[in-house]
């Protein structure tokens, strides 16, 4: 065959990869843009907007995250002020381009290796691919970014590895820029400080030193920005991490249920470490399948320590896990054997791993099903409800007790009504009554539900959210704490109730002064 019949179908290739990507990334953001903004997503938006208009973060604004992800939603929502549009039209594209900048530079770092890599724009389209249809519905969450940061530093690593072997040496500009990036990824989960820890000790195993640019790099971007939290923001480690330590364990599953819903991700990694194994003398790119599977077993660990049982706390070892089967698949049918006397094909094998990354896209459609159902019919969600609510009635403060964030965001980011809480949702409330089972004195240091009557009475909303699906009376609960609270919930009738929800509106005669009403229910005076 001709050098130039080999190289004609190139092109075709290309377009066609570039054309597929181009269909996953039009229906991922038709997904984003037209369906409800995801509640985590709302929320750091709205903090990033309290914090621009000077309100004090973790003190005025709960919050249990690092500053990072708060600094980099005002990011779009400052842009989107420049525009006078929604931020939700900015923050989307920004995060789906922020994921396909990340595969973007990973197939420009695979390239130099050669073979299979060498196909920039295939390569390109199917890490970006991986990217945007695995999160589904979780576009933009921190464990997207931070997998999407991770990538070129899990690609240098490899090399870096290589090079024992003959490989060719990542440029130091490279291994710098991979590092800084990987910190900040990790900057917004600092557990994933673990992956750093277990790539090192790989990297031990092959007697390679540890002060190489890379991980410096990393370690240097990590070291300032722990300073400058401490410097900046202070009521983070001061307040939001005890308050995390002492109360978000309430959300926690139990090991068995969590195993059970980990258990596909587990069989794909168990897999993949077989097939790594089986095949690591003969198969290409054996450093490469290695690494990735060092970073999902450790995102793994770090998912069961966490114990919640949430699909985007399993997405950074579900995407490199997938990356790595494709590789394998692919590297291994691209090395096919020539004469009888080659070693034969790994069919059952090639198999199983295509059963497994059909599951797994398959398992992602079937997310991103309802978020385009949404899109296509936005106003027959329960978010789009209560919005027409608010409106109707024209309220200017809002309060849904439930652990259910998205019924307080996008519900307030799109009416622009006040928020009647310094939390986000009752995780806080849930946690206190959960924590005063296992030691009763954590309610004098950590007095949720007395902060959230308060709240209440301060904000005096206009409309009040109850969701009735989740067991737990929120009236009774609050009542017991603020016995201010009582008087002033006894004004309010409910008005409507659909999907597990009981709405409330505040009747006429004014609010509670919460500083005269928390001396006593006999001693208030209402104002307005």
Same mark, same amino acid.
């Given at each position: 065959?001709?050098?130039?019949?080999?190289?004609a179908p190139r092109p075709i290739v290309n377009a066609i990869s570039l054309l597929l990507l181009l269909g996953v990334t039009m229906v991922v953001l038709f997904?984003?843009?037209?369906?409800?903004?995801?509640?985590?997503?709302?929320?750091?938006?709205?903090?990033?907007?309290?914090?621009?208009?000077?309100?004090?973060?973790?003190?005025?604004?709960?919050?249990?995250n690092p500053p990072l992800i708060i600094w980099i939603s005002a990011i779009p929502l400052t842009v989107a002020r420049w525009f006078a549009i929604d931020p939700q039209f900015v923050a989307m594209p920004a995060f789906a381009a922020i994921a396909l900048g990340c595969a973007w530079w990973s197939a420009c770092l695979l390239r130099p290796i050669g073979g299979l890599f060498a196909a920039r724009i295939p390569m390109f389209a199917v890490i970006g691919g991986v990217l945007l249809?695995?999160?589904?519905?979780?576009?933009?969450?921190?464990?997207?970014?931070?997998v999407a940061a991770f990538l070129p530093y899990l690609i240098l690593f /490899?090399?870096?590895?290589?090079?024992?072997?003959?490989?060719? *040496? &990542?440029?130091?500009? $490279?291994?710098? #820029? +991979?590092?800084?990036?990987?910190?900040?990824?990790?900057?917004?989960?600092?557990?994933?400080?673990?992956?750093?820890? /277990?790539?090192?000790?790989?990297?031990?195993?092959?007697?390679? *030193? &540890?002060?190489?640019? $890379?991980?410096? #790099? +990393?370690?240097?971007?990590?070291?300032?920005?722990?300073?400058?939290?401490?410097w900046v923001c202070p009521a983070y480690l001061r307040r939001?991490?005890?308050?995390?330590?002492?109360?978000?364990?309430?959300?926690?599953?139990?090991?068995? #249920?969590l195993l059970l819903k980990s258990a596909p991700l587990l069989a794909a990694e168990g897999l993949a470490i077989f097939l790594w194994w089986r095949h690591r003398r003969t198969v290409n790119h054996a450093t490469l399948l290695m690494t990735g599977m060092v970073f999902a077993a450790t995102s793994s660990v770090i998912c069961f320590v966490d114990g919640k049982d949430w699909f985007y706390h399993r997405l950074p070892a579900t995407v490199v896990t997938l990356l790595v089967l494709i590789l394998w698949a692919a590297s291994t049918l691209r090395h096919r054997p020539d004469d009888e006397g080659s070693r034969r094909m790994p069919w059952f094998e090639l198999t199983a791993a295509g059963i497994m990354v059909a599951l797994f896209c398959v398992s992602a459609a079937q997310?991103?099903?309802?978020?385009v159902r949404q899109a296509v019919e936005p106003q027959a969600t329960t978010v789009a409800r209560l919005e027409a609510l608010i409106r109707l009635h024209h309220a200017r403060t809002y309060i849904a007790f439930s652990e259910w964030i998205a019924l307080g965001f996008p519900v307030v980011n799109n009416t622009g009504v006040l928020w009647a809480s310094r939390f986000d949702s009752m995780w806080a409330l849930k946690g206190e009554l959960w924590r005063a089972h296992i030691d009763p004195a954590a309610t004098k240091e950590w007095p949720i539900a007395?902060?959230?009557?308060?709240?209440?009475?301060?904000?005096?909303?206009?409309?009040?959210?109850?969701?009735?699906?989740?067991?737990?009376?929120?009236?009774?609960?609050?009542?017991?704490?603020?016995?201010?609270?009582?008087?002033?919930?006894?004004?309010?009738?409910?008005?409507?109730?659909?999907?597990?929800l009981k709405v409330y509106k505040r009747g006429k005669g004014g609010c509670i002064d919460p500083w005269v009403a928390a001396e006593g229910p006999g001693s208030g005076?209402?104002?307005?």
């Open positions: 065959m001709s050098l130039t019949q080999t190289r997904a984003a843009l037209r369906s409800p903004l995801k509640d985590d997503i709302a929320w750091l938006l709205y903090v990033a907007r309290r914090w621009i208009a000077g309100r004090e973060l973790y003190v005025d604004v709960i919050e249990v249809i695995i999160p589904a519905a979780d576009l933009g969450q921190r464990e997207h970014l931070l /490899a090399r870096t590895l290589d090079t024992e072997h003959g490989g060719p *040496r &990542p440029a130091i500009g $490279a291994l710098l #820029a +991979a590092g800084v990036l990987a910190a900040l990824g990790c900057a917004l989960k600092p557990q994933y400080g673990l992956v750093f820890a /277990a790539l090192e000790v790989v990297a031990l195993s092959h007697r390679i *030193r &540890p002060w190489r640019a $890379a991980p410096m #790099a +990393a370690t240097a971007t990590l070291t300032g920005y722990v300073i400058l939290v401490a939001a991490v005890p308050m995390a330590l002492a109360l978000y364990g309430a959300t926690d599953v139990s090991f068995g #249920a997310r991103l099903e309802p978020e007395h902060w959230v009557a308060h709240d209440f009475i301060a904000g005096c909303p206009d409309i009040a959210v109850v969701d009735t699906r989740e067991g737990l009376n929120y009236i009774r609960v609050l009542s017991a704490a603020e016995p201010s609270f009582v008087r002033v919930w006894s004004r309010y009738k409910e008005i409507v109730a659909f999907d597990g005076t209402t104002v307005r």
